[in-house]
C-alpha cells in the first residue's frame, strides 16, 4: 500500500471512535446493501442491509434504556444469529457492557461468572432457555431476561422502539470512547478466569490498522460470536469496510452455507482449516479427473480467494496446500487483551509461514531479552474487571502487555514469528529451556497425529500423542505405535540427547481442552 493510500485511510479512519459511529457510517455509506446473510428455517436467504442493522440495534438500545436507564453489564448467551448481533450492537450503543458468554456454559459456571461480573441483565438462544430460568432463579439479581429466539418479540420490539416513536430521545447517548464497552473472559487454561476490559477506543482501534487492505468481500462467518477474534473482525470490520456478512450459525451448517452464500472469504481456526482440506483431498481420490481449483469450490464455493486463521499454529504444508488449490491462507496472531489482532495475515510471500504482519499503526512490539512478545498500543485493554493486582501483573514497569508468548520479529523487522508459551517452557536439570511447541510442531505435516502435547518426566523429553486411528486405517498402518516411534526418532535425529523424546505414550481420547480449543496442558500427566 502506497503512502497516499495510507494517508486517505487514516484521516477516513478518525471519524470513528466508538460502535455507534461505525453503525450511522455506515449505514450512510452502504445504505441497502446487504450486510448480513443467513438461512431461515425454512432455508430462505434473508437479508439485513447496514440501515436494517443501524435501525434495528438503534431499538435494541432504545428498550434498553427504557426498562434499564441506569448504566449496566448485559450479558449474552447464545450461537450466531441476526439477534445476537443486534443485541451486542444495541447494548454497546446504548452506553452499556456488552458481555458474552459460551453458549455450552453451565448454570453453576454462569452463576459463577455473573456474580463475578456483576450482569444484571442477559439475552440468551431459545435452547438456553431451561438453564436461563436457572440461573435467574439461583442468580437473583437479573433486571432484564430476553430469549432471542423469539422473533416475533425482536420484530415487534424494532417496530415499537423505531427511530419515529415516542422512545426516539433515548438512542441519544452521549458516549465516552474510553470507557468499558465490553468484558471478555479468558478461557481459564489455570483455572482463573479473568474478565479483559476493553474500551470502545481499543475495539475500534484494532480494526483501524492500515497494514493490509482487501477489497469488496462477502465473508462467512464460522467462528463463534463469544470470541472477540469473531465480533471485532467478522463484524465490526465488515461494518466499517462495507463486506457482506454470511451467518453460518452451527458448524453443522458450513457445507451448505458454503455453497449457498458461495463466499469469498473467511476466518477460522486451524481445526477447521484442516477439515475443510480433508474433504478436498478425499473429492480429489473420488473424482481424479477434477483439477486443484475444481475440486476445492465444490467445498468452498468459486469464489473463495482467501482465508484467515488465528489461534493456533498453522502447519506450512497446510499452507502450501491451500495454495496449490488458488486459496491464500495466512496466520494472525493476537489475544483477548488486545482486542484481538496484534498481527493480521496479508499476501506476503516472503513470509507466508509467519504469524502474521505486525500491526504497527496500532501497535508497538518488542522481544523482551526472556523471548517474549510484548506489547503496548491503542487496542491494549484497561485491565481485568475487579482484579488490579492480576492487571498489574499483566504488564511491565514501562507500560507494555507481557504477552506471555515467546517469538521473534522477522529481520524486515514486518513480521512476527509465535515460537511458544513461557509458562509451557520445559526447564532440563542443566538449566536449557525447551519450548514444546517448537518440538511439536516437527510434527505438524504427520496426519496420524491427531494431537500432541510434550512435556517432561524424569528429566527427560516425552510426547503424548491422540493419534488419527481411521486414517491410520485408511493408510494401511496397522501398527499405529511403531509408526509414530518411527517418526519421532526421525524428529530426534540432529538434536542434542537431552532435547530428544525419550518417550512415547498413546491416548485413547482427545486432550481436554478449552471454551477456545486449546489444550488444557496443566491436565496432562505423564
Request: charged fraction near 25%; charge should be negative; hydrophobic fraction near 40%.
Amino acid at each position: 500500500m502506497d503512502n497516499n493510500r495510507i494517508a486517505e485511510l487514516v484521516k477516513f479512519y478518525e471519524q470513528f471512535h466508538t460502535v455507534r459511529d461505525l453503525i450511522d457510517i455506515s449505514a450512510e455509506r452502504f445504505a441497502d446493501k446487504p450486510f448480513i446473510k443467513y438461512l431461515n428455517s425454512n432455508d430462505e436467504v434473508i437479508e439485513k442491509s447496514f440501515i436494517n442493522l443501524r435501525d434495528n440495534s438503534l431499538a435494541i438500545c432504545r428498550y434498553i434504556r427504557s426498562v434499564c436507564p441506569e448504566r449496566m453489564h448485559i450479558g449474552i448467551i447464545g450461537k450466531t444469529s441476526y439477534e445476537y448481533i443486534t443485541a451486542m450492537t444495541g447494548a454497546l450503543v446504548s452506553g452499556n457492557v456488552f458481555v458474552p458468554f459460551a453458549p455450552n456454559i453451565t448454570v453453576d459456571e454462569a452463576v459463577a461468572l455473573f456474580e463475578q461480573g456483576d450482569i444484571e441483565a442477559l439475552f440468551y438462544e431459545d435452547a438456553f432457555d431451561e438453564s436461563a430460568k436457572a440461573i435467574a432463579e439461583k442468580y437473583g439479581k437479573l433486571k432484564v431476561l430476553v430469549n432471542m429466539g423469539n422473533a416475533d418479540w425482536f420484530a415487534d420490539i424494532y417496530a415499537k422502539y423505531g427511530h419515529d416513536s415516542e422512545y426516539a430521545s433515548l438512542s441519544e447517548v452521549e458516549l465516552n470512547p474510553e470507557d468499558c464497552a465490553t468484558i471478555i473472559y479468558t478461557s481459564g487454561t489455570t483455572g482463573n478466569r479473568k474478565g479483559v476490559m476493553l474500551s470502545s477506543s481499543n475495539l475500534i482501534a484494532n480494526i483501524t490498522y492500515t497494514e493490509f487492505e482487501q477489497g469488496d468481500e462477502v465473508l462467512l462467518s464460522v467462528l463463534p460470536m463469544h470470541h472477540i477474534f469473531c465480533f471485532t473482525s467478522d463484524y465490526f470490520k465488515s461494518l466499517l469496510e462495507g463486506f457482506t456478512v454470511c451467518l453460518n450459525g452451527d458448524l453443522s451448517n458450513m457445507a451448505k452455507n458454503l455453497q449457498v452464500f458461495q463466499p469469498t472469504t473467511m476466518r477460522m481456526v486451524p481445526m477447521i482449516a484442516e477439515t475443510l482440506i480433508r474433504k478436498i483431498n478425499i473429492l480429489h481420490k473420488r473424482f481424479p479427473q477434477l483439477t486443484h481449483r475444481e475440486a476445492a469450490e465444490k467445498v468452498f464455493g468459486k469464489n473463495i480467494s482467501w482465508l484467515a486463521v488465528g489461534g493456533a499454529y498453522v502447519a506450512p504444508s497446510l499452507i502450501d496446500e491451500y495454495e496449490k488449490h488458488g486459496i491464500i491462507l495466512r496466520q494472525g496472531y493476537g489475544m483477548s487483551e488486545t482486542a484481538p489482532k496484534i498481527t493480521t495475515g496479508d499476501n506476503s510471500n516472503n513470509h507466508k509461514y509467519s504469524s502474521g504482519k505486525l500491526m504497527k499503526s496500532i501497535f508497538d512490539v518488542r522481544i523482551s531479552d526472556s523471548g517474549e512478545i510484548q506489547v503496548k498500543g491503542k487496542s491494549v485493554m484497561m485491565g481485568y474487571y475487579k482484579m488490579p493486582e492480576e492487571t498489574a501483573a499483566a504488564f511491565t514497569e514501562d507500560g507494555y502487555l507481557k504477552t506471555g508468548d515467546l517469538g521473534r520479529i522477522s529481520d524486515d523487522g514486518e513480521h512476527l514469528y509465535v515460537t511458544g508459551r513461557i509458562k509451557n517452557l520445559i526447564i532440563l536439570s542443566n538449566g536449557e529451556n525447551v519450548s514444546p511447541e517448537e518440538i511439536e510442531k516437527k510434527f505438524a505435516d504427520v496426519k496420524v497425529i491427531k494431537e500432541i502435547v510434550v512435556s517432561i518426566m524424569n528429566d527427560r523429553i516425552v510426547a503424548e500423542v491422540f493419534p488419527d486411528a481411521e486414517l491410520a486405517e485408511a493408510l494401511g498402518i496397522t501398527d499405529v505405535e511403531g509408526y509414530l516411534q518411527q517418526k519421532i526418532d526421525e524428529a530426534n535425529i540432529g538434536e542434542k540427547p537431552e532435547r530428544e523424546i525419550a518417550y512415547l505414550k498413546l491416548r485413547e481420547t482427545p486432550f481436554p481442552k478449552t471454551t477456545t480449543g486449546k489444550i488444557k496442558r496443566q491436565t496432562v500427566t505423564f
